[in-house]
């Protein structure tokens, strides 16, 4: 055997063997990954007031109520209704009903039916096991209602369990018609943008790969208890993986077809590719997971669930994009771009792009490098015109009722029962206040505006049902007190006694938590804080808005600084990180602003969740930054060999068609999350699609460029191409980088073409 034949023996097992031993690593991992998407119900969590924190008031007292009411339920309300006043047999047929519900495991003690006023209606109070399947319940109890119920009367399961289970419903596409939506949506694009058929597969395993490993370890951790899984955070993770690992795939893709098109064979295009590659994408996966962590300054269980989970995701991305697809790639070589495969001397950039060009991109650069500072001002006047439409966002929180988009049985049931009982029954305030001060806080009810009835818990009390109700300051008995007997006494535990207010208007309104908020203020000012408690429902609502607020005040300042050190020290630079983040927040700010506009006039929602604009601002300043740090940093690149004015109009170029590509991927992916029928991912798939082509198509492709390009080299400041220009070209070609690069993997045009010259006697391994 001969020396140079020993010597080729390494390569080609390195050339082969690590490829192939990476893509057996992902196939192993996703293969174990992939069956939990049908296992996610099993760890996930829908409870609101799980989310808040432990100071919240209504989680004091929620973590209280079995004290006084026994097992810890969660209430279904069962409305019955007629046209006409029920009579003898109806009533009858109705008490047959509760006694059938009452046999469904999962469901406690049914109170008796319990009349209107009008003789219309009747309510049952249905308590359900809050550590069973709510949802699989509330259906059993529905099938069995309206299969039961006498013709003329018509029947809703609402309250909280109802609500609970109608949300649960909107999310069992998660798993199946939301994926399918999203990766068919990148698919199609890829086509288009490729026209091959096999590079859209490649790029589609490696996303979907990425998101099976990633919810392997986010399943693991929410069954350990350490993160908090819910269908809002599951659908983000599914969408910002499937998106986000897509958009680094794209830029690996570019470069290697970069390299392929350079004359390159396989394995130095994919070590070409891959140095060329690895800067921008774990800069820009880290500063996505840097913006995501922010979030574990949140008071709220799900904002901080999402930070870790969704870090997860982007890291698995990152890997993926950095191994995966490399690996992939270097098996299939050439032929991963069939029928279209780049042609030697295909990619070189134009080496004079002020002078007529060819080429979408080159026309753009022309156009930036003819009319910069015109550019950049209507760019940004065009922005703040757009942002003057936040004023109309109403992102102060929406009733339950309102959360799920489309038919929602609990939400027609709530509507019954506010037309016979008071609007709050099944989901009343629990008060919790000292066995000695009782008469004292019934008093301060009485006279509170919103309440409709007060009770004492009692255990003697059917399903926790009231024994003694005041109403108008006069003592009424329930069912658990019958006219002329004797009121059961109240449950007393540790000194404190539960009182339950009814409330005038529907539990999930404005009304019912300004009602909540003015109860607290009453109590604060008359015994202090911390002597009485109040919770419930819009107990729990409230303190959710709340804390969303001041989770929203506190973080997004917080990412703007993370991600603005990030950038300087990519860039090794200051000012034109400063500008970066200007730019972006400019590009939220409009984004935000036609969402208003569009939420308010075209799709006419009730309103937003006060997180809204929170994931918004993550979402779109992580993401939007990553199409920067695409840009700037093959900007800078250019920049070492030709100058920055010269840099900036080849890296826009250079970039052109890749990051485009990635901002249609990641709107596509976002806008997928609006076939779930909930209203916050609808909104947020609205605002983060919109703002990512806003990106797009104008920060990324006309303001920075603009900007850029009018400042020069100053750009830079105070590094120290803000002095020096650039190296002589063959310098930059030689390899000899300043020592903070991580290196040029695109030489300039002339150099690349003798380059390739001497490479084309190299075989194709």
Same mark, same amino acid.
């Given at each position: 055997?001969?020396?140079?034949?020993?010597?080729?023996?390494?390569?080609?097992?390195?050339?082969?063997?690590?490829?192939?031993?990476?893509?057996?690593?992902?196939?192993?991992?996703?293969?174990?990954?992939?069956?939990?998407?049908?296992?996610?119900?099993?760890?996930?969590?829908?409870?609101?007031?799980?989310?808040?924190?432990?100071?919240?008031?209504?989680?004091?007292?929620?973590?209280?109520?079995?004290?006084?009411?026994?097992?810890?339920?969660?209430?279904?309300?069962?409305?019955?209704?007629?046209?006409?006043?029920?009579?003898?047999?109806?009533?009858?047929?109705?008490?047959?009903?509760?006694?059938?519900?009452?046999?469904?495991?999962?469901?406690?003690?049914?109170?008796?039916?319990?009349?209107?006023?009008?003789?219309?209606?009747?309510?049952?109070?249905?308590?359900?096991?809050?550590?069973?399947?709510?949802?699989?319940?509330?259906?059993?109890?529905?099938?069995?209602?309206?299969?039961?119920?006498?013709?003329?009367?018509?029947?809703?399961?609402?309250?909280?369990?109802?609500?609970?289970?109608?949300?649960?419903?909107?999310?069992?596409?998660?798993?199946?018609?939301?994926?399918?939506?999203?990766?068919?949506?990148?698919?199609?694009?890829?086509?288009?943008?490729?026209?091959?058929?096999?590079?859209?597969?490649?790029?589609?395993?490696?996303?979907?790969?990425?998101?099976?490993?990633?919810?392997?370890?986010?399943?693991?951790?929410?069954?350990?208890?350490?993160?908090?899984?819910?269908?809002?955070?599951?659908?983000?993770?599914?969408?910002?993986?499937?998106?986000?690992?897509?958009?680094?795939?794209?830029?690996?893709?570019?470069?290697?077809?970069?390299?392929?098109?350079?004359?390159?064979?396989?394995?130095?295009?994919?070590?070409?590719?891959?140095?060329?590659?690895?800067?921008?994408?774990?800069?820009?996966?880290?500063?996505?997971?840097?913006?995501?962590?922010?979030?574990?300054?949140?008071?709220?269980?799900?904002?901080?669930?999402?930070?870790?989970?969704?870090?997860?995701?982007?890291?698995?991305?990152?890997?993926?994009?950095?191994?995966?697809?490399?690996?992939?790639?270097?098996?299939?070589?050439?032929?991963?771009?069939?029928?279209?495969?780049?042609?030697?001397?295909?990619?070189?950039?134009?080496?004079?792009?002020?002078?007529?060009?060819?080429?979408?991109?080159?026309?753009?650069?022309?156009?930036?490098?003819?009319?910069?500072?015109?550019?950049?001002?209507?760019?940004?006047?065009?922005?703040?015109?757009?942002?003057?439409?936040?004023?109309?966002?109403?992102?102060?929180?929406?009733?339950?009722?309102?959360?799920?988009?489309?038919?929602?049985?609990?939400?027609?049931?709530?509507?019954?029962?506010?037309?016979?009982?008071?609007?709050?029954?099944?989901?009343?305030?629990?008060?919790?206040?000292?066995?000695?001060?009782? !008469?004292?806080?019934?008093?301060? /009810?009485?006279?509170?505006?919103? %309440?409709? $009835?007060?009770? #004492? *818990?009692?255990?003697? +009390? =059917?399903?926790?049902?009231?024994?003694?109700?005041?109403?108008?300051?006069?003592?009424?008995?329930?069912?658990?007190?019958?006219?002329?007997?004797?009121?059961?006494?109240?449950?007393?535990?540790?000194?404190?006694?539960?009182?339950?207010?009814?409330?005038?208007?529907?539990?999930?309104?404005?009304?019912?938590?300004?009602?909540?908020?003015?109860?607290?203020?009453?109590?604060?000012?008359?015994?202090?804080?911390?002597?009485?408690?109040?919770?419930?429902?819009?107990?729990?609502?409230?303190?959710?808005?709340?804390?969303?607020?001041?989770?929203?005040?506190?973080?997004?300042?917080?990412?703007?600084?993370?991600?603005?050190?990030?950038?300087?020290?990519?860039?090794? !630079?200051?000012?034109?990180?400063? /500008?970066?983040?200007?730019?972006? %927040?400019? $590009?939220?700010? #409009? *984004?935000?602003?036609? +969402? =208003?506009?569009?939420?308010?006039?075209?799709?006419?929602?009730?309103?937003?969740?006060?997180?809204?604009?929170?994931?918004?601002?993550?979402?779109?300043?992580?993401?939007?930054?990553?199409?920067?740090?695409?840009?700037?940093?093959?900007?800078?690149?250019?920049?070492?060999?030709?100058?920055?004015?010269?840099?900036?109009?080849?890296?826009?170029?250079?970039?052109?068609?890749?990051?485009?590509?990635?901002?249609?991927?990641?709107?596509?992916?976002?806008?997928?999350?609006?076939?779930?029928?909930?209203?916050?991912?609808?909104?947020?798939?609205?605002?983060?699609?919109?703002?990512?082509?806003?990106?797009?198509?104008?920060?990324?492709?006309?303001?920075?460029?603009?900007?850029?390009?009018?400042?020069?080299?100053?750009?830079?400041?105070?590094?120290?191409?803000?002095?020096?220009?650039?190296?002589?070209? =063959?310098?930059?070609?030689?390899?000899?980088?300043?020592?903070?690069?991580?290196?040029?993997?695109?030489?300039?045009?002339?150099?690349?073409?003798?380059?390739?010259?001497?490479?084309?006697?190299?075989?194709?391994?």
């Amino acid at each position: 055997m001969t020396s140079s034949r020993v010597d080729r023996i390494p390569t080609r097992w390195v050339r082969i063997g690590i490829p192939v031993l990476l893509v057996l690593i992902w196939l192993v991992g996703g293969s174990v990954g992939g069956p939990y998407f049908g296992k996610v119900d099993e760890v996930a969590t829908n409870d609101q007031s799980s989310f808040l924190p432990a100071s919240a008031e209504a989680t004091q007292v929620q973590e209280r109520l079995g004290e006084f009411l026994g097992d810890d339920t969660i209430p279904a309300v069962v409305v019955f209704a007629s046209d006409q006043k029920l009579d003898d047999a109806q009533l009858a047929d109705l008490t047959g009903i509760a006694d059938q519900i009452a046999k469904i495991p999962g469901v406690g003690e049914v109170s008796p039916p319990i009349a209107s006023e009008d003789g219309e209606a009747v309510q049952l109070f249905v308590p359900i096991d809050a550590d069973g399947e709510v949802r699989e319940i509330v259906e059993e109890i529905r099938s069995l209602v309206q299969e039961e119920v006498a013709a003329g009367v018509d029947a809703w399961v609402t309250g909280p369990a109802g609500f609970t289970a109608d949300l649960v419903k909107g999310f069992l596409g998660i798993d199946g018609l939301l994926l399918i939506v999203a990766l068919a949506a990148v698919f199609v694009i890829l086509i288009v943008v490729y026209r091959s058929p096999l590079l859209p597969v490649l790029v589609l395993l490696t996303s979907t790969f990425a998101l099976c490993v990633a919810l392997l370890t986010v399943w693991w951790l929410a069954k350990a208890g350490i993160v908090v899984l819910n269908g809002q955070v599951q659908g983000i993770l599914f969408i910002l993986v499937i998106g986000a690992a897509t958009d680094y795939a794209l830029l690996y893709v570019a470069r290697f077809r970069e390299a392929i098109g350079a004359g390159l064979p396989r394995w130095p295009a994919t070590k070409t590719a891959w140095r060329g590659a690895f800067e921008p994408i774990l800069a820009s996966g880290g500063t996505v997971i840097a913006g995501l962590l922010c979030l574990l300054l949140s008071d709220l269980a799900s904002n901080r669930a999402l930070g870790p989970i969704a870090s997860i995701g982007i890291a698995f991305s990152v890997l993926s994009a950095l191994t995966f697809l490399p690996a992939l790639l270097a098996l299939f070589g050439r032929a991963a771009f069939w029928p279209f495969i780049p042609k030697s001397g295909a990619i070189d950039l134009p080496d004079d792009l002020t002078q007529p060009v060819r080429g979408v991109w080159a026309r753009q650069a022309r156009f930036v490098a003819r009319h910069a500072r015109a550019t950049w001002i209507i760019c940004t006047v065009v922005l703040l015109a757009a942002s003057v439409g936040v004023l109309q966002l109403k992102a102060d929180g929406v009733p339950s009722s309102d959360l799920v988009l489309g038919a929602s049985e609990a939400r027609d049931g709530q509507d019954a029962l506010a037309e016979h009982f008071p609007a709050g029954s099944g989901s009343p305030a629990y008060v919790i206040v000292p066995e000695v001060r009782v !008469a004292d806080a019934v008093d301060l /009810l009485t006279k509170a505006e919103g %309440i409709e $009835s007060i009770a #004492a *818990a009692s255990t003697d +009390s =059917a399903a926790g049902q009231v024994g003694v109700t005041v109403r108008d300051g006069e003592p009424v008995y329930a069912a658990a007190g019958p006219p002329g007997g004797a009121a059961p006494a109240p449950t007393v535990s540790g000194g404190d006694v539960l009182l339950i207010a009814t409330l005038s208007d529907e539990a999930d309104s404005l009304q019912a938590e300004e009602t909540i908020r003015d109860i607290r203020a009453d109590f604060a000012e008359a015994w202090g804080a911390d002597i009485a408690f109040v919770g419930g429902t819009t107990a729990v609502d409230l303190d959710t808005n709340d804390t969303s607020i001041r989770d929203r005040t506190v973080i997004i300042p917080v990412i703007l600084v993370v991600i603005m050190l990030i950038l300087m020290l990519l860039l090794r !630079a200051i000012l034109a990180p400063v /500008l970066l983040i200007l730019s972006v %927040i400019v $590009s939220f700010g #409009a *984004a935000l602003g036609v +969402s =208003a506009l569009v939420f308010d006039h075209v799709f006419q929602f009730p309103g937003a969740d006060p997180a809204v604009p929170l994931y918004g601002f993550v979402f779109l300043v992580a993401l939007g930054v990553d199409y920067n740090i695409f840009l700037m940093s093959r900007v800078r690149e250019e920049s070492l060999s030709h100058g920055t004015r010269p840099g900036i109009l080849r890296g826009l170029v250079a970039t052109g068609g890749v990051i485009t590509s990635a901002g249609l991927v990641l709107a596509a992916t976002f806008a997928a999350l609006g076939v779930i029928p909930i209203l916050f991912l609808a909104q947020i798939a609205f605002i983060v699609a919109f703002g990512v082509l806003l990106d797009t198509f104008v920060v990324r492709s006309l303001l920075v460029p603009a900007v850029s390009y009018d400042i020069g080299r100053a750009i830079w400041w105070p590094s120290r191409l803000a002095r020096v220009d650039a190296r002589p070209v =063959a310098e930059a070609a030689s390899g000899a980088l300043d020592p903070g690069d991580s290196g040029a993997a695109v030489a300039p045009a002339a150099t690349r073409r003798s380059l390739r010259r001497q490479r084309e006697q190299t075989p194709e391994s």
